[in-house]
């Protein structure tokens, strides 16, 4: 575990949760070639991708919630950010933080949030 994942909780359907990632200067000198993203992931099944940020800043949803979340970033802070709105109860999992570095590529995960909505 190398990214510091948080922010997760309990909120009713129709809600927002703000979900926060940051990587440590220790493990990550250089923040800004970093391809990020959230996954998530419910107990049995495989874990998929949520959403998604490239390094200029362009970004990508899984369909289940386009519309309803919004990943950022901040270079200078080494900070990702997942902001989900409009919760569902089907958005109930562990929420991962997910880092990619460009050459050589190397995969980095934070420790999971759990994120469960209520209906």
């Known amino acids: 575990v190398q990214l510091q994942a948080s922010g997760g909780g309990l909120v009713q359907a129709g809600g927002s949760l703000r979900l926060s990632c940051a990587a440590p200067g220790s493990i990550f000198s250089v923040f800004r070639p970093l391809q990020m993203g959230w996954y998530r992931q419910v107990l049995g099944k495989e874990r998929e991708l949520v959403a998604h940020?490239?390094?200029?800043?362009?970004?990508s949803y899984a369909d289940s919630v386009k519309g309803r979340f919004t990943i950022s970033r901040d270079n200078s802070r080494k900070m990702v950010w997942l902001r989900m709105d409009t919760l569902k109860p089907e958005d109930t999992a562990v929420y991962y933080c997910?880092?990619?570095?460009?050459?050589?590529?190397?995969?980095?995960w934070g420790q999971g949030t759990q994120v469960t909505v209520s209906s």
């Open positions: 997910h880092a990619r570095t460009p050459t050589p590529i190397n995969d980095y």
């Open positions: 940020i490239a390094s200029g800043g362009s970004t």
